[in-house]
C-alpha cells in the first residue's frame, strides 16, 4: 500500500501538477475562441520562397487550438525544391481526406499561434531528404477519410513523427508537447527507428516509453511525456516541454 501511494504520489507531482499549471496559464491568456476567428496567416518567419535559390526542408509546430493548446502543439511538413520553386507544406486534419497539401501558408499561425522550427535543412542536404520525405508521406498508412483519431492517435503528430522516422537523417523527434506522437503508426507496441537509435514501446498511445540518441528518457502517459534530454542536458516537462542549457 505505501509503494502504490508513492506511486500515485509521484504521478500526480509528475504529470498532473504540469498539465493544471499549463491549462491555468493558457486559461488566463489571450487566445482564438473558434476556428472561423483564429489568424491562419503567414507568420512571416520563413523568407519568401522566389528569394531562396537553395532547397529547404523544414518540421514546424505550434500550440493548438482550444483548451488543447495547454497541453499540445500541431506540427506539420515544408519542403521547397531548388532553383526559386515554391514552399509545399502537409499536415494531417481532422476532417475530410486528412492528409492536406498546400492547405495554409508554409509559415502561417495555427489558431493564431506563432510557430517554430522542430528541424531545418537547406542546399544539398534538403535535396537528399526531399526525395524521402514525399516517399515517406506517399505511403502513410493512414491517410485515408476516417483515418484521423484527436486521441491518442493517428493525429496530426502522429503523421509527422512518422514521417520523421522515416527518414534517418531527420535526427531529431518532435517536440514533446506534440499530444500523438507516440502513436505506434507502424501497428507495433515495441519498435525501434528504421536508423535503430530509439526503441519506443507504446500502449496503442496510451502510454508508453522511449529511450534512444533522439528520444534520450521519456515517460509518456495519456500524451504528457516527462523525461531527460541528454543531449542537451534538459528535462521534459509535461504540457511546458524541453527545458535544456544547449541549444539544439
Known amino acids: 500500500m505505501r509503494t502504490l501511494k508513492l506511486m500515485l ?31 491562419w496567416s503567414s507568420s512571416g518567419l520563413l523568407p519568401a520562397a522566389e528569394t531562396v535559390p537553395e532547397a529547404r526542408v523544414y518540421v514546424m509546430s505550434a500550440r493548438t487550438g482550444g483548451l488543447k493548446g495547454a497541453v499540445s502543439e500541431h506540427s506539420w511538413i515544408i519542403v521547397k525544391e531548388k532553383d526559386g520553386a515554391p514552399y509545399e507544406r502537409w499536415d494531417k486534419v ?3 481526406t486528412p492528409v492536406r497539401h498546400n492547405g495554409y501558408p508554409a509559415d502561417g499561425r495555427w489558431y493564431s499561434n506563432e510557430p517554430r522550427v522542430v528541424f531545418a535543412a537547406t542546399g544539398e542536404r534538403a535535396e537528399l531528404l526531399i526525395p524521402k520525405l514525399r516517399a515517406a ?12 483519431h484527436i486521441f491518442p492517435g493517428p493525429n496530426s503528430n502522429s503523421f509527422v513523427a512518422h514521417v520523421m522516422r522515416q527518414v534517418p537523417e531527420i535526427d531529431v523527434s518532435l517536440p514533446t508537447v506534440s499530444v500523438g506522437r507516440d502513436y505506434p503508426t507502424g ?43 541528454f543531449r542537451r542536458l534538459g528535462i521534459k516537462v509535461p504540457a511546458f516541454g524541453t527545458f535544456a542549457l544547449i541549444e539544439s
Do not use: C, Q
Open 9 to 39: 504520489l509521484g504521478f500526480v507531482i509528475v504529470f498532473l501538477l504540469p498539465a493544471a499549471a499549463s491549462a491555468a496559464i493558457w486559461y488566463l491568456g489571450n487566445h482564438a475562441t473558434s476556428w472561423r476567428t483564429a489568424d
Open 94 to 96: 481532422g476532417w475530410g
Open 137 to 148: 508521406i506517399e505511403t502513410y498508412p493512414f491517410a485515408m477519410r476516417g483515418g484521423y
Open 187 to 229: 501497428g507495433r507496441l515495441a519498435f525501434l527507428d528504421p536508423d535503430g537509435r530509439d526503441l519506443h514501446l507504446s500502449l496503442f498511445g496510451y502510454a508508453g516509453l522511449s529511450a534512444g540518441w533522439k528520444s534520450g528518457l521519456e515517460i509518456n502517459f495519456l500524451g504528457l511525456v516527462a523525461g531527460l534530454d
